[in-house]
């Protein structure tokens, strides 16, 4: 009996997902290296901007004088302009995979609001360095939160080639018997197996769809739905789905050979 089977080999998904994880923990480090110069800032205080003194030594009719004077301070704003631009911007990957301006990149991590501040305003006030902390520690949380579920989907696709390879020995095993000479109770126990394949099928193709519901209530906004983030430089979107998919209609392929086999033999 003739047939086609899947081939099943994850490696290239396998690839996608360390290639994800490698991006997550390197921007991870970055965010935690921001905050920390966020941490070590001066805040201006709301009253007044802080000043540095400066002295000038001056020559008056043979008496020198010293005046003292004072020099503002840089804006705390330029310093976390700057320190956004050698952390965060600084990661590998960010032109391929961003490839934005600092702060187009800084309101979609921080929000709207705290981007417009620090492109704005004048002087960095406690409330928005605390804002800019609190920000910062959001996004170091989201990225070990899908760093989290990357792993989860690391196990779930090795278990899917896993169950799906075995179902396809099963199948390999059912095809290569020779339809024209076996008698009609093995084609009966043939086609039982087939139907208990196609269960096993079914049954792997129903956890992967509470697992992918599963990866939606966990999606960040930064990324949208985790398959599309995920997989979108794969075939499809669903790509395990889609090669559950591909056995299962192998497998009924096979039962409709057998079962026009024991049509035959009865008639």
């Not at 905050?35 to 009253?47: K, N």
């Not at 010293?66 to 911007?89: C, F, I, W």
């Not at 409330?127 to 910062?136: E, G, K, W, Y």
């Not at 997989?231 to 497998?251: K, M, N, Q, R």
Request: charged content about 30%.
């Amino acid at each position: 009996m003739q047939g086609d089977i899947p081939t099943i080999d994850f490696d290239h998904l396998d690839r996608l997902l360390e290639r994800e994880r490698g991006q997550l923990r390197e921007e991870r480090r970055a965010f935690e290296r921001f905050g920390t110069r966020i941490r070590e800032l001066e805040p201006t205080s709301t009253r007044s901007p802080k000043a540095s003194p400066s002295t000038t030594t001056t020559q008056l009719g043979g008496t020198t004088s010293v005046v003292s004077r004072t020099r503002p301070q840089p804006s705390g704003l330029s310093a976390v302009t700057a320190t956004y631009k050698k952390t965060v911007l600084d990661v590998s990957h960010y032109e391929s995979v961003y490839g934005e301006p600092w702060d187009e990149h800084m309101a979609a991590e921080f929000g709207p609001e705290i981007a417009a501040a620090v492109a704005q305003a004048t002087q960095l006030h406690p409330q928005l360095q605390q804002s800019l902390r609190t920000a910062t520690t959001q996004a170091i949380e989201n990225r070990t939160q899908l760093l989290e579920q990357l792993e989860s989907e690391a196990d779930a696709i090795t278990d899917a080639e896993r169950m799906l390879t075995s179902i396809c020995a099963d199948l390999r095993s059912i095809l290569e018997q020779p339809i024209e000479s076996v008698e009609y109770n093995a084609l009966r126990l043939t086609r039982r197996r087939l139907v208990g394949l196609r269960q096993h099928c079914d049954e792997l193709a129903a956890r992967r769809q509470r697992q992918v519901r599963q990866n939606r209530q966990c999606s960040l906004a930064r990324v949208g739905t985790f398959e599309r983030y995920l997989y979108e430089d794969a075939e499809c979107t669903y790509p395990v789905l889609a090669s559950i998919a591909e056995v299962g209609d192998s497998i009924e392929r096979a039962r409709t050979t057998v079962e026009t086999g024991l049509f035959g033999r009865r008639s």
